[in-house]
């Protein structure tokens, strides 16, 4: 069931279902409607939020409970976690360009492998669309949750260590999440390798002549 429907989309699917049917018993209210009230601060989407602070302290006991091994592995960490950001930046930008996007689509999609706070650190560096930069960290971190597994079988990349550097240096806090359910020794690597690479990242773009040089790779 989980290799045909993943959980997360599950969850959405389910949500909406549940507002689909909410909305068909209320003449007053579409679908729009009962969804902008569960997003407000009364509705039960930001309660459903305040779940996210247990999931950081359960990831942070599990860094933790590693911390020996990720001190050992630092420089490989760090090393990788540094040039995930260079060439997820300056690459990204080069395939928007060859691909010839729209400008606004390009600048948004430079940071899709940031968490999002740090995503929108790094859009407005390059004043793009905040909300763009947001749906393509999401559209990349689903895009990670498909590929990566059968990816990483197909090349033969069967290290935790390797698995965990690689999906964290693409796919944010959803790759990590997914990668629990069948790698839980990968998930303090790709746990503290998207947290450095999008710190790295956010940091490198503030920089005016990285700026420059971004906004020279990105279609004009």
């Given at each position: 069931?989980k290799?045909i429907?993943?959980p997360?989309?599950?969850?959405?699917?389910?949500?909406?279902?549940?507002?689909g049917?909410?909305?068909?018993?209320?003449?007053t209210r579409?679908f729009?409607?009962?969804?902008?009230?569960?997003?407000?601060p009364?509705?039960?989407g930001?309660?459903?939020s305040?779940l996210?602070n247990?999931?950081?302290?359960?990831?942070?006991?599990l860094?933790f409970?590693r911390?020996?091994?990720l001190?050992?592995?630092?420089?490989?960490?760090?090393?990788?976690?540094?040039?995930?950001?260079v060439?997820?930046?300056f690459?990204?930008?080069?395939?928007?360009?060859?691909?010839?996007?729209p400008k606004?689509l390009?600048?948004?999609?430079?940071?899709?492998?940031?968490?999002?706070?740090?995503a929108?650190?790094?859009?407005?560096s390059?004043?793009?669309?905040?909300?763009?930069?947001?749906?393509?960290v999401?559209?990349?971190?689903f895009l990670?949750?498909f590929?990566a597994r059968?990816?990483?079988s197909?090349?033969e990349?069967?290290?935790?260590?390797?698995?965990?550097?690689?999906i964290g240096?693409?796919?944010?806090?959803l790759?990590?999440?997914t990668?629990a359910s069948?790698?839980?020794?990968?998930v303090?690597?790709?746990?503290l390798?998207f947290?450095?690479?999008?710190g790295f990242a956010a940091?490198?773009a503030?920089?005016?002549?990285?700026q420059?040089a971004?906004l020279?790779?990105l279609?004009?």
């Open positions: 069931m290799a429907l993943h997360i989309f599950a969850g959405v699917l389910g949500s909406w279902l549940a507002i049917l909410w909305a068909s018993q209320d003449d579409s729009h409607d009962v969804l902008v009230s569960y997003s407000s009364a509705g039960a930001p309660l459903m305040r996210l247990p999931l950081v302290i359960a990831l942070a006991l860094l409970e911390r020996r091994l001190q050992r592995d630092s420089a490989l960490i760090i090393v990788t976690s540094m040039l995930a950001a060439f997820g930046l690459g990204t930008a080069l395939m928007a360009r060859i691909l010839r996007l606004d390009a600048a948004s999609s430079v940071s899709r492998y940031c968490t999002a706070p740090l929108l650190a790094v859009s407005n390059l004043h793009s669309s905040a909300p763009l930069t947001v749906a393509m999401v559209a990349s971190g990670g949750i590929v059968p990816l990483l197909y090349l990349v069967d290290g935790s260590r390797e698995r965990g550097l690689a240096a693409v796919s944010h806090v790759g990590t999440v990668l069948w790698d839980e020794y990968a303090p690597y790709c746990a390798c947290v450095l690479a999008s940091a490198l503030a920089i005016p002549p990285v420059a971004l020279w790779v279609p004009s």
